[in-house]
């Protein structure tokens, strides 16, 4: 990868785990999903002229994450208001660390599964966890991949949804519309229930 860097372009979406980065990147006909694991880089790609769709779903993670900051902030927070300085400086500044994720998660805005489709396959983008990363994605490589399948009106788009065409393809016109289907659902996409679709 470090050889070729100059062919890749990054990407919006980072994907962070104790374990795992991932990260994903624009090469000249692909995009290309890297996960770093401990001393292990492997890739996935996925070409240009292959993928169908692009699905975002939106999940409940993000207000997980509020209720939990929010509830750890208290829990430091509130007691300090009854101890001397000493202890209460210590509570107040653990409760601040916990009020600064909670700042930060909310400023992030609502989290999102976002999956890819090919014939052959439906692999999710770990490193696409907020719909707002999900939806700048979509804007960075719409045009890479109608410039190689070209684009389709919204006619054309929904009859190949529903299996009357050669391919799926690629509908410009249609906006990124987010699913509020939680994450453990499978990803569904239909004509009226399509999000951030690539064709």
């Known amino acids: 990868m470090a050889r070729d860097r100059k062919f890749y372009r990054r990407l919006p979406g980072r994907g962070l785990t104790l374990f795992r980065q991932v990260r994903l990147y624009t090469g000249p006909d692909h995009l290309l999903q890297a996960a770093l694991s401990g001393f292990t880089e492997t890739y996935r790609r996925f070409y240009f002229r292959d993928i169908q769709a692009i699905t975002?779903?939106?999940?409940q993670m993000?207000?997980?994450w509020t209720a939990l900051f929010a509830f750890l902030a208290a829990v430091f927070g509130l007691p300090a208001l009854d101890m001397?300085?000493?202890?209460?400086i210590a509570m107040w500044s653990t409760a601040?660390?916990?009020?600064f994720l909670l700042i930060s998660n909310l400023i992030m805005g609502p989290t999102c599964a976002?999956?890819?489709r090919t014939a052959v396959q439906t692999e999710r983008l770990s490193a696409v966890t907020r719909i707002r990363t999900a939806?700048?994605?979509?804007?960075?490589?719409r045009p890479l991949i109608e410039g190689v399948q070209g684009s389709l009106s919204q006619q054309e788009f929904a009859l190949r949804l529903r299996g009357?065409?050669?391919?799926?393809a690629y509908a410009p016109e249609a906006p990124p519309v987010v699913s509020p289907q939680p994450i453990d659902a499978p990803p569904v996409i239909t004509p009226d229930n399509s999000t951030g679709q690539l064709g």
């Open 56 to 59: 975002i779903q939106k999940t």
């Open 62 to 64: 993000g207000k997980v």
């Open 84 to 88: 001397s300085p000493g202890p209460a």
């Open 96 to 99: 601040g660390f916990f009020g």
């Open 114 to 116: 976002c999956y890819i």
């Open 135 to 141: 939806r700048r994605l979509l804007r960075r490589i």
């Open 164 to 168: 009357t065409g050669s391919t799926a």
